[in-house]
């Protein structure tokens, strides 16, 4: 993924290719950074957590991308600060966490931690914007969006008590929200799934003009 020989020559040398299925938390808050994730394939959603234990999702890690909250606790020697779990069948390239410093002298590696903070922070940014401003239907369909978006799959595995407390909202709330957005045909519930109708959603927009 890098052209820069010397950084290709030294990521071949101590990068690991590790495999994980969906649903597997890689990273929990508190842990001891060792190894920094680079998504080769599939995805990563990352999720807040305060000291109760409530979630909060924030954004997803796609293929080429890395996680840049553990490059930067690494960096500062803190504990992990999120969580983050495998949204869909994944291959990762772990990168021990000491070189994160070390590979600052090739300047390909330097543009792709700066390139990754930045993104991040935007993604934070809209993340912040969202709770602020947005009713909770908008913040639950932006939110099952964003998962179809990152798995190219309409039915989601969640039910409605996963969803609620990654959205930091009561299962009641969230549940009566689904079954609003059932009845406008944006979404259809079953037990343990929901498929997301994004095209029927897009093609009603585009004829109503939106």
């Known amino acids: ?3 820069e020989q010397a950084l290709q020559d030294a990521f071949s040398t101590v990068v690991k290719r ?3 299925p969906a649903g597997t938390v890689i990273m929990q808050v508190g842990d001891t950074i060792t190894q920094i994730p680079i ?3 599939g995805s990563l959603r990352i999720l807040a957590q305060d000291t109760e234990g409530k979630e909060r999702f924030l ?4 293929p080429g991308e890395t996680c840049s909250m553990s490059l930067t606790c690494c960096e500062a020697k803190k504990t992990s600060g999120i969580m983050a779990v495998v949204e869909e069948d994944a291959d990762l390239l772990m990168v021990p966490a000491r070189y994160a410093d070390e590979w600052m002298v090739y300047p390909e590696w330097r543009r792709y931690v700066g390139a990754a903070q930045a993104q991040r922070f935007g993604e934070l940014l809209e993340t912040i914007e ?3 401003f947005l009713k909770m239907d908008e913040q ?3 939110y099952l969006v964003k998962r179809v978006q990152a798995t190219g799959v309409t039915t989601l595995k969640a039910t409605h008590q996963d969803i609620a407390q990654e959205l930091g909202s009561p299962r009641e709330v969230v549940t ?3 079954q609003q957005l059932q009845a406008r045909g944006m979404v259809t519930l079953s ?3 929901i498929e997301v109708h994004l095209a029927d959603v897009a093609e009603r927009a585009s004829e109503e003009g939106l």
């Open 191 to 193: 037990r343990g799934a």
């Open 1 to 3: 993924m890098f052209t």
């Open 140 to 142: 639950l369909w932006d």
């Open 176 to 178: 009566r929200l689904l």
């Open 18 to 20: 590790r495999s994980f």
């Open 59 to 62: 954004y997803h890690i796609m």
């Open 130 to 132: 969202k709770l602020a």
């Open 39 to 41: 998504v080769e394939k």
